[in-house]
Structures are given as structure tokens and as C-alpha cells.
């Protein structure tokens, strides 16, 4: 949900009439903090961040927390400052990825139309789960309860007839609640919102929308949709219009495809060494690779993003001639693209590596080279052993030969929406120039 402030007097209650909202969207409050709180009951009614430390940045903060102004990718120099005394607790991936996995289970539960969003979000169409289990708001409530009795996490959900509208009935729902938005009251419960609440408002669009005098959801309803059109251009200012109007025709659609999966690191300190950086790729790659892997999916295409010093972000990208999940593969590609960087001589303050063009794993034919050659295959099945002493002993237990005793440790980190894996924290070593 958009982070515009709760417009005053917002009314909490918009009616009982449930006939056509069977889309719910269920959304974990503070999620990464509930799961922390959960093993750490006597941290409750305490602000508790979670996040690395030095230059990284607020993964989740509890609502204790949020009361000083902290919130989500907030730098965490920050939020020490506006809350000395929260408890920092740094994140545990493989914790949020188990609760994750468990709350859809139980969403599996309710319907198989189900569509994940990211880690802590959901959207369920419960058209089908009506006559056997009862209206929304009853189907709900029974999600809250299980999900608090099982994991001691709690969620919102919001219940409407458009996924756009239950997106943001679950925002205001928060925390630990349920808000109904009947279909006949979706307009008026729309227009007492700002214009950023809506999909597609930011910054820029706000500003651009203000120049036309149009900074609640009511203005751009009320305006001409031309009007809309020359303020943010003919198709976003139409789809802008139409959400306005409570008009959303997309359904629920299970199963997405993961678009893409990486992992990324920033600096503890901006840094040349350019072994230290290439050292860093292979750990990101290694660490796509494995996910990869345990998702059953291949890539097409690898991608680099490195961050200079003064915050330029270069991305470069490649297409491989035949899709991999192999972690050699993906570095190799990699090194290539960061060699293909220029930088101006600026020192390197982020790097990350990212795999696109997913499929899933399936026969092919071998290429020629292939055939000959089955180094490809014999670096895959090691991988897949590591991936099993992994799986037993924890991520830490093997890694590539090149990173041990290298400059690289391993720092834990959350899955986030697109699907990525964040990230590693670094030290510095004999600087060589990457310029």
C-alpha cells in the first residue's frame, strides 16, 4: 500500500454487504519482525527493527517502531537515529522463507485460486469456497485465527470486489484486522483517499498530477479524463481514471511465474578492489544459482547492476545461447559484464547480479559443444550435491573453494518481491584500481 498518510476521519466501516466481494487480499503485518517477535515473545510492545547494520536498510520494523517514523528501505543510520533505542535484530532468510511457505499452505487450504504477490502477500478469490466454508468476512477471520495460532504471526486482509480496491482495504485494515468494502461502496470509499494511494502514483506522478490541481482520488475522478491524460500521458492517465472509478478487470491468476531471481550486496565501505568486487559476483551467482535450482528453473538471460560512489547505477545484461542454472555459468557471464563497465574511475559502492528469462527445467538437446564437453553437466551435478549438504548442515556448511578465507562473509538476508535474494556484507582488502 502507498505510504500517503490515513486521510482524517477515514471511516472504518463501510457496510455488510458481501454480495460480489469474493477477492481477499491478505497481507502479513511487520512480517520479518512478527516472525523475529514470535521467537522473541519478550521483545513484544518494544520498537524492533530488522535489519543489517552499517550502511544497509530497514527490512521491517514493529508498529512500536513505526511510531518513531521508521519504516521499510528507511537507511538504518536513520532509523538509530530516530529510535536510539529500538532493538536491532539482523534478518534470517531462511525463518521468513518457512513462515512464508506456511501461511500459503494454509491459503492453499482456503482456495486454489491463489496468487502470491511477494513473501507476505496474497491475493484469493473465494467464489469457490463460499458454500463450503461461508461469506468472506467469516473465510477471513478463520485465516487470521489459523495463521496466529500456528505461526504467531498476525495478518490483515481486505475483502472486496477488485483486487485494487482489497489491496487497499487490507492496508487500512492494519494491524491485525479485516476490512469489508462492499462493491456499491467502492467509489466513496475510493474518493476519500489521496491521489498517491493509487497503483502507479509516485512521486513524480503526484507532483505532475498537483500542477493540474488534482491531489485526492475524488479530484482525478471529477476531472476529465483528457485532462488526466495531459497531466501523466494518454495510457497512464486512462488506467489512473478507471482505478479511480473503482474499475479493476483483472482476476486472480495462481501460480505466477517468477519473472527473475537475484542477489545483490552493498559495501560496508565504497570500495576499488576489483577482486574483492569479482569475489562478491561469484557468492551473488552462486546464490541465484541455488535458487534456481531448488525452484526448478533455468535463466536465459544474466544481468549486473553495480552502484559508483556518488550513487550512478550501471546495468548491463547478456543472453545466453542456452539457458543455464549453473552458478560457474552465470559468474563467468557476469565478470564479463563488470569488465564491460565503465565507472569514471569512481569507486564501487553495490553490486548484484540477476538472472532473467526464466522457464522451467526440461529436456533439450545438447549443443555441439555439449556433446563433447560435459564439464557443464559435471559442475552442475557438484552444485546439486551442495545443494544437499546445504539443505542438511545450513547455507554456511559449503560454499565455491574460491570464497573460503576470501574477503567475503556471509551475512543473512530476505527474499523480496520480485522473487530477489538480498545480500552479503563485505570487508575490504588490498585495493586493485577498477578504473
Known amino acids: 500500500m502507498s505510504r500517503s498518510p490515513t486521510p482524517p476521519g477515514m471511516r472504518r466501516s463501510w457496510g455488510s454487504d458481501e454480495d460480489g466481494c469474493s477477492i481477499l487480499h491478505v497481507d502479513m503485518d511487520a512480517f520479518f519482525a512478527s516472525v523475529e517477535l514470535a521467537r522473541r515473545p519478550h521483545l513484544r510492545g518494544r520498537p524492533v527493527v530488522v535489519g543489517g547494520e552499517a550502511r544497509s536498510v530497514v527490512l521491517a520494523a514493529t508498529y512500536e517502531a513505526r511510531a518513531f517514523g521508521i519504516h521499510a528501505a528507511m537507511p538504518m543510520a536513520q532509523a538509530r537515529r530516530l529510535c536510539p533505542q529500538a532493538v536491532v535484530i539482523p534478518p534470517d532468510q531462511a525463518a521468513y522463507r518457512a513462515a512464508s511457505a506456511r501461511v500459503m499452505e494454509m491459503l492453499g487450504d482456503v482456495t486454489a485460486v491463489i496468487e502470491p504477490v511477494s513473501v507476505d502477500e496474497a491475493f484469493l478469490d473465494v467464489s469457490g469456497a463460499r458454500r463450503r466454508i461461508g461469506p468472506p468476512t467469516r473465510i477471513a477471520e478463520l485465516i487470521r485465527t489459523r495463521v496466529h495460532a500456528e505461526l504467531g504471526v498476525t495478518c490483515s486482509v481486505g475483502i472486496a470486489s477488485t483486487k485494487f480496491v482489497a489491496k487497499l482495504a487490507s492496508g487500512f485494515a492494519k494491524p491485525d484486522g479485516v476490512l469489508l468494502v462492499p462493491r456499491v461502496a467502492a467509489v466513496d470509499f475510493l474518493r476519500a483517499l489521496p491521489v498517491g494511494a493509487l ?25 476529465d479524463v483528457r485532462t488526466v491524460q495531459r497531466a501523466v500521458g494518454a495510457v497512464a492517465g486512462a488506467h489512473l481514471y478507471d482505478l479511480a472509478w473503482g474499475r479493476d478487470p483483472r482476476p486472480v491468476v495462481p501460480a505466477r511465474q517468477e519473472k527473475s531471481i537475484g542477489a545483490e550486496v552493498t559495501f560496508d565501505e565504497d570500495t576499488a578492489d576489483l577482486d574483492l568486487v569479482q569475489g562478491h559476483l561469484l557468492a551473488l551467482a552462486d546464490r541465484c544459482a541455488s535458487q534456481l535450482r ?16 556518488d550513487f550512478r547505477t550501471l546495468t548491463r ?11 560457474r555459468e552465470l559468474y563467468l557471464t557476469s565478470r564479463e559484464l563488470l569488465a564491460g563497465t565503465d565507472l569514471g574511475g569512481q569507486r564501487v559502492r553495490l553490486v548484484g547480479v540477476r538472472a532473467e528469462g526464466l522457464s522451467e527445467v526440461g529436456a533439450r538437446q545438447l549443443t555441439l ?3 563433447v564437453d ?11 550435491v551442495m545443494d544437499e549438504v546445504r539443505q542438511r548442515f545450513g547455507v554456511a556448511a559449503v560454499r565455491p573453494g574460491a570464497l573460503i578465507g576470501g574477503a567475503t562473509r556471509e551475512h543473512q ?23
Open 199 to 223: 497503483w502507479g502514483v509516485g512521486e513524480r506522478t503526484r507532483e505532475a498530477l498537483a500542477r493540474w490541481g488534482i491531489s485526492t482520488v475524488a479530484d482525478l475522478a471529477d476531472a
Open 294 to 309: 531448488a525452484r526448478g528453473l533455468v535463466a536465459r538471460t544474466v544481468a549486473i547492476k553495480v552502484r559508483a560512489a
Open 317 to 327: 545484461s547478456r543472453t545466453l545461447s542456452v539457458p543455464t542454472d549453473v552458478a
Open 369 to 371: 559443444d555439449e556433446a
Open 374 to 384: 560435459d564439464s557443464s553437466g559435471t559442475q552442475r551435478r557438484a552444485e546439486q
Open 413 to 435: 538476508g530476505v527474499p523480496a518481491r520480485s522473487g530477489s535474494v538480498h545480500p552479503l556484507s563485505t570487508t575490504a582488502d588490498a585495493p586493485r584500481d577498477l578504473s
